[in-house]
T-cell receptor
Framework: KAGVTQTPRYLIKTRGQQVTLSCSPI?????VSWYQQTPGQGLQFLFE???????NKGNFPGRFSGRQFSNSRSEMNVSTLELGDSALYLC?????????????FGNGTRLTVT | GESVGLHLPTLSVQEGDNSIINCAYSNSASDYFIWYKQESGKGPQFIIDIRSNMDKRQGQRVTVLLNKTVKHLSLQIAATQPGDSAVYFCAENTGGFKTIFGAGTRLFVKA
């Protein structure tokens, strides 16, 4: 079974631009979560989606948004990019997103904002 | 933020020795705990999990211990190998469809 796939792998953007990142979950997994990873703040929860509905959201500004499609694939968007948005963005899927279901991560998208 | 990692703790062990990585979790209401391993250039990988109604769980070369009284979680790796070198994260699921990660511990295995 294929793992979680994230595209693109690397991205370089300029301040003020916007970016869209894509995630394909493991087949059959309906819950998709997004995390931001930086050396200073570690892994920070962005949001979680299930059946196209956002069920939880982390403490990030409204510039960060996401969505999930009917095939469980997900995208996240960051608008008006800032230098501090440079990070590794990780997507993770799980079967139902229930409490006792571990996350399965992709290898992330490395975003650099210049 | 909920996951603070300004300085990553480091553990250095000799190949063949046992490793113990410790973690203090934050929410006494958390019911599910997970350990992940992250190698350079990759996403975190699930190692082992434990529910709050257990205090010990064993996998292949790994054991997780849970002490709810002091909100402490540990990961024991037996006969540590060079391939075990990575950053290890503990995580807790607090319900609400969110998993919160600890700061991480970097494990170096000396050959």
């Amino acid at each position: 079974k294929a793992g979680v796939t994230q595209t693109p792998r690397y991205l370089i953007k300029t301040r003020g631009q916007q970016v869209t990142l894509s995630c394909s979950p493991i087949s059959g997994h309906r819950s998709v979560s997004w995390y931001q990873q930086t050396p200073g703040q570690g892994l920070q929860f962005l949001f979680e989606y299930f059946s196209e509905t956002q069920r939880n959201k982390g403490n990030f500004p409204g510039r960060f948004s996401g969505r999930q499609f009917s095939n469980s694939r997900s995208e996240m968007n960051v608008s008006t990019l800032e230098l501090g948005d440079s990070a590794l963005y990780l997507c993770a899927s799980s079967l139902l997103g229930e409490m006792d279901s571990p996350l399965h991560f992709g290898n992330g998208t490395r975003l650099t904002v210049t | 933020g909920e996951s603070v990692g300004l300085h990553l703790p480091t553990l250095s062990v000799q190949e063949g020795d046992n490793s113990i990585i410790n973690c203090a979790y934050s929410n006494s209401a958390s019911d599910y705990f997970i350990w992940y391993k992250q190698e350079s250039g990759k996403g975190p990988q699930f190692i082992i999990d434990i529910r709050s109604n257990m205090d010990k769980r064993q996998g292949q070369r790994v054991t997780v211990l849970l002490n709810k009284t002091v909100k402490h979680l540990s990961l024991q790796i037996a006969a540590t190998q060079p391939g075990d070198s990575a950053v290890y994260f503990c995580a807790e699921n607090t319900g609400g469809f969110k998993t919160i990660f600890g700061a991480g511990t970097r494990l170096f295995v000396k050959a």
